[in-house]
Structures are given as structure tokens and as C-alpha cells.
């Protein structure tokens, strides 16, 4: 069962920087465009950063020249670096894989959580 374990979050202040990763099984890296996205209480799930197996990235326009979505094949792994954070960004964060095939399949991270305060 293919699995994704994220880590990296934790309570910042304003202003601060963290480093989400999340690692999982180098069958799925390795055809997988993965994102990260998040849910802070009482909203809905949304995407923040997605990148491909080309390397192209997409973000969410709130994160946009603060939040960097990488990924490192030979370590399995996909980071979220996250700077300039604001307390709106204070959520739980889920890696996601999109694993194409027919149909295509999603697999999720436990979610990892971020608080931003003032």
C-alpha cells in the first residue's frame, strides 16, 4: 500500500519560514505529479503547490512568490519550503500524489500542522 508521511510543521511566528517534507515510496515519486495542499478549520481543502514529474510547479495566487514546492527523486521525497508566512496559513498540510494510470489514483499523507501566529 503506497503511503506518505509528511513532517515539518510546527508553531512559527509572522514573518518565520518552515520546511515541509514528505516522503514516500520511489514507484510512486516516480511517476507521481505531487502537491501539497491544506485545510484550516472550518474550510475546505485547497491546493497550495503542485509539481510534475517535469518539473513544472503550479501555486495557489496566496502563495505565490512565498511558498516553493521541490522535489528530490533520489531521497523519495517532495518539500514544501514556506517563508514570509502569515497567520492566514496556519492550516494542516497534506501531501498528495496523483498517480496516473485508468483510472487515476490520489494518495494522501496524515497531514502535518502549521501555526502561524502574530
Known amino acids: 500500500q503506497v503511503q506518505l508521511a509528511e513532517s515539518g510543521g510546527g508553531k512559527v511566528q509572522a514573518g518565520g519560514s518552515l520546511r515541509l517534507s514528505c516522503a514516500g515510496s520511489r514507484s510512486i515519486f516516480s511517476i507521481s505529479t505531487m502537491a501539497w495542499y491544506r485545510q484550516a478549520p472550518g474550510k475546505q481543502r485547497e491546493l497550495v503547490a503542485s509539481?510534475?514529474?517535469?518539473?513544472?510547479?503550479n501555486y495557489a495566487d496566496s502563495v505565490k512568490d512565498r511558498f516553493t514546492i521541490s522535489r528530490e527523486i533520489t531521497k523519495n521525497t517532495v518539500y514544501l519550503q514556506a517563508t514570509s508566512l502569515k497567520p492566514e496559513d496556519t492550516a494542516v498540510y497534506y501531501c498528495?500524489?496523483?498517480?496516473?494510470?485508468?483510472?487515476?489514483?490520489?494518495?494522501w499523507g496524515q497531514g502535518t500542522l502549521v501555526t502561524v501566529s502574530e
Open positions: 498528495n500524489a496523483l498517480i496516473p494510470g485508468i483510472p487515476q489514483r490520489q494518495v
Open positions: 509539481i510534475t514529474t517535469g518539473e513544472n510547479t
